[in-house]
């Protein structure tokens, strides 16, 4: 290795260069506002930079050290890092902490990684393994369901934790909605939050302007998101995978430009408020009942308490989250989802086969459609008030990443994933500001390291023999 | 027609700027067939490092116009090169060969990065750019309506116009445009011929980059106010823009930028300027139903 370590530092030199070129006019040098409107002066901050820049030059070596073999050097200077990162010592910014810190446990992560993979895979392979494993996918996604089920129950469900686990569930909902469309047919759908909005504003406007209610108007809006569906992807979905997903972002924008300008109709930017929620059997959640109406703690004779409302928003949620999950289980197995997946591997062999693509993609963008229909009604009645803000390019990107992060077609991927984006950057606010930074970062390295995403599930649903009999692959 | 000469001069102008975004486009689509969705964002990137440059020029006391313009048009153009260069090795280059989504995911999450990236260092609100020229002349009147050309307005096309010209030279003419046009025939084929394909695709990405900075510039010069956040729009035009010129066609991207130019402005002046994007992604929409290979595109063959 003695010839080799001078190679590798200059690499990292290299990669240090290239990343202090990139930081100088960016991080380096900072736009300041001062007072008057056209004012505008700027500061250097040359610390940070070098500060990144060391800590790009040390990454970058120990990733080479790894790649020869080394594995205690690296995690010697991953530990150097993380020792850096969490000591006292003042760096210029607090980011920058984090920002060593992680690098040092990425390094770690890489230094023992060989070793870890073979001892997993070795563990995986010994009776008690396979044993544990198999039992592992059949009982975990169930597991999860209990916790679900009784987390209302249990101590820990104050409001905050209420808020944050409706707001998981919204976004699991999504994701399997979308799964359908991405992971399942393979159409890459960057505008799905249209649906989502149509479906929120399906119901806050037949809501509030006709008095409906959410029940009623659950199923319309759910319909009323799948022809959408239908009529704007019936003309696109002939088109390749990449201009289907630039003309999705662009029926996307076009749908929250309309709801932002169409101001008689959407009431524009404002939004529409004080929408209704959903009533349990006629009965609403409030302490006192409008005329007419009884409250949920009269007709249950228990005191009123203002959890009650969340709680009964989460088990909606979670109901239509499961009803989701169910369906595309089940869609699946029928021979419109095994066509959904066949056209996901290979168009042209399936038009060869007599299936018809365009039909087959507009089942799955229009059932895709419902369930972010259902899901944005859902969300209209949980907020009381929605406005076009809400449905703005972004949203569908975390609704992709979530579906990419978790592996495009696996369910306990897309919990595990909504848990993971949403969950964490709510939990620990401080990361809130860096949440979008890390969310498109995490998409590219899950593209580069692990494209089939963090739950690899590219196996075909039905087969023809079952796999180990010989028969398939 | 006086109103419609004004509303000509502005429309061509912005057209200008979005056809240098649309280059960029073009030409990564042209030889590796994705969409480079974070394109905008080295667009935005290089207005940051152009307005960043402004203001140390004038810390630097550094008076003279056309100086300043020309050193900071240099400095974006280098390193927002240098951006376009490590987004294409970090998170394309190990794409290649991939499912065929991939590299549009990767480029989602680069351009979602590098947007936040640019918010949290520099800060969300937007940045007023000061002006760096002013004036114009008028250059007739007519209905009691002055048709005003800004100095702006003729920097604008004539650095555009320069720099494409110099472009389509360098396509055409020289070996590097030999390599880029034999890479995006058959990438296999150049390579047993042995032309250096990851260069040449570095390459690609680093003159689509600093065209972007280009017209970075002077967007930042025209609009005098950018944001982190004005890269996915203008990239979104830039790249409807190449779509309607025919993908991967390098007069098509410059038609594409003008007509975009034409429809966006006239929109506007014409029917309403809240609908002047809708009227855009539109176009985007339909040029793509209709006429994906666009108005000068060569028809594409799906082998097996």
Same mark, same amino acid.
């Given at each position: ?63 080479? =050290? ?83 089920? =009784? ?123 004080? #929408? ?198 | ?30 030889? #590796? ?105 008028? =250059? ?22 320069? =720099? ?6 360098? #396509? ?53 106010? #950018? ?78």
């Amino acid at each position: 290795m003695g010839g080799r370590f001078p190679s590798m530092l200059k690499d990292a030199a290299l990669t240090a260069f290239v990343a202090a070129a990139l930081g100088i006019f960016i991080v380096g040098f900072r736009t300041v506002d001062v007072g008057s409107r056209t004012g505008l002066s700027f500061d250097y901050q040359f610390a940070d930079l070098a500060v990144g820049v060391v800590a790009i030059f040390v990454g970058r070596l120990g990733l080479s =050290l790894a790649a020869a073999g080394l594995r205690w050097p690296v995690v010697a200077l991953g530990v150097a890092m993380i020792a850096v990162g969490a000591s006292p010592l003042k760096l210029p910014s607090g980011f920058l902490h984090w920002f060593v810190a992680l690098g040092g446990v990425m390094l770690v992560i890489r230094g023992i990684w060989p070793w870890a993979r073979g001892t997993m895979t070795a563990a995986a392979g010994t009776p008690t393994g396979l044993a544990l494993g198999r039992a592992g996918t059949k009982w975990f996604g169930w597991l999860l369901l209990a916790a679900a089920v =009784l987390l209302p129950f249990t101590p820990a469900a104050d409001q905050k934790t209420m808020d944050l686990a409706v707001l998981i569930l919204t976004y699991v909902m999504l994701g399997w909605g979308l799964n359908i469309v991405v992971g399942l047919a393979g159409l890459l759908d960057l505008g799905y939050v249209a649906f989502y909005a149509v479906g929120a504003y399906s119901y806050a406007l037949l809501s509030t302007q006709h008095g409906l209610g959410f029940w009623t108007v659950l199923p319309l809006a759910g319909m009323m998101a799948a022809l959408f569906g239908i009529v704007l992807g019936f003309p696109v979905l002939r088109l390749r995978g990449d201009y289907l997903a630039i003309v999705t972002l662009g029926f996307g924008e076009i749908i929250r430009l309309v709801l932002l300008n169409w101001v008689d109709f959407t009431n524009g930017p404002a939004g529409i408020g004080s #929408i209704p929620g959903p009533t349990l059997f006629g009965a609403v959640f409030s302490e006192t009942p409008p005329a007419g109406k009884q409250t949920v703690s009269e007709m249950l004779g228990i005191t009123f308490d203002g959890n009650h409302r969340l709680i009964f928003l989460y088990y909606i949620i979670l109901l239509l989250a499961l009803i989701t999950n169910i369906f595309t289980q089940r869609m699946r197995r029928l021979p419109v989802g095994r066509a959904w997946e066949a056209l996901r591997e290979d168009e042209t062999a399936c038009r060869a086969l007599g299936i018809n693509p365009t039909n087959t993609k507009l089942t799955a963008f229009a059932i895709g459609a419902m369930f972010a229909g259902f899901a944005g009604s859902f969300f209209a009645a949980k907020q009381r008030f929605i406005s076009p803000e809400s449905f703005a390019f972004i949203e569908s990107a975390i609704i992709l990443a979530i579906v990419v992060l978790g592996g495009m077609g696996s369910q306990i991927g897309v919990v595990l994933a909504a848990v993971l984006l949403i969950g964490l950057p709510e939990w620990f606010r401080d990361l809130g500001n860096y949440r979008m930074l890390a969310f498109g970062l995490a998409m590219v390295l899950i593209m580069v390291f692990r494209p089939r995403g963090l739950i690899a599930d590219r196996q075909p649903s039905v087969r023809l023999h079952p796999a180990g009999s010989g028969g398939g692959p | 027609m006086a109103y419609f000469s004004q509303q000509l001069i502005n429309a061509i102008t912005l057209g200008a700027i979005y056809g240098l975004i649309a280059i960029g486009y073009t030409m990564v689509y042209g030889i #590796i067939g994705m969409i480079n969705f974070a394109h905008g964002e080295v667009f935005m990137i290089g207005a940051f490092i152009s307005l960043i440059g402004f203001l140390i020029c004038s810390f630097l006391g550094i008076g003279s116009a056309p100086v300043a313009i020309l050193l900071v048009l240099l400095m974006a153009m280098a390193f927002s090169a240098v951006y376009g260069w490590a987004v294409e090795r970090a998170a394309y280059r190990p794409l290649r060969g991939s499912f065929r989504l991939a590299p549009l995911i990767s480029a989602i999450g680069v351009s979602i990065a590098l947007q936040n990236y640019v918010q949290l260092v520099q800060g969300a609100r937007p940045k007023p750019g000061g002006q760096i020229v002013s004036g114009g002349f008028n =250059l007739f009147s007519a209905d009691g309506f002055d048709v005003r050309v800004s100095w702006l307005q003729i920097i604008i096309v004539v650095v555009t116009v320069v =720099l494409m010209a110099g472009f389509t030279w360098l #396509i055409a003419r020289t070996s590097l445009g030999r390599q880029q046009r034999a890479c995006e025939q058959d990438m296999k084929m150049a390579a047993l011929l042995g032309v250096n394909v990851d260069r040449t695709i570095s390459l690609t990405f680093v003159l689509g980059a600093a065209l972007a900075a280009v017209a970075g510039m002077l967007f930042l010069m025209y609009y005098g106010v #950018i944001d982190f956040y004005i890269g996915f729009l203008a990239g979104i035009k830039a790249f409807t823009a190449a779509v309607l010129g025919g993908i991967g066609s390098l007069p098509g991207a410059m038609l594409g930028g003008l007509l975009i130019g034409l429809i966006e402005v006239f929109w506007a002046g014409y029917f309403s300027s809240e609908y002047k994007d809708v009227a855009v992604f539109a176009i985007l929409v339909l040029v793509l139903i209709f006429r994906p290979t666009g108005l000068l595109g060569k028809p594409e063959i799906e082998k097996v």
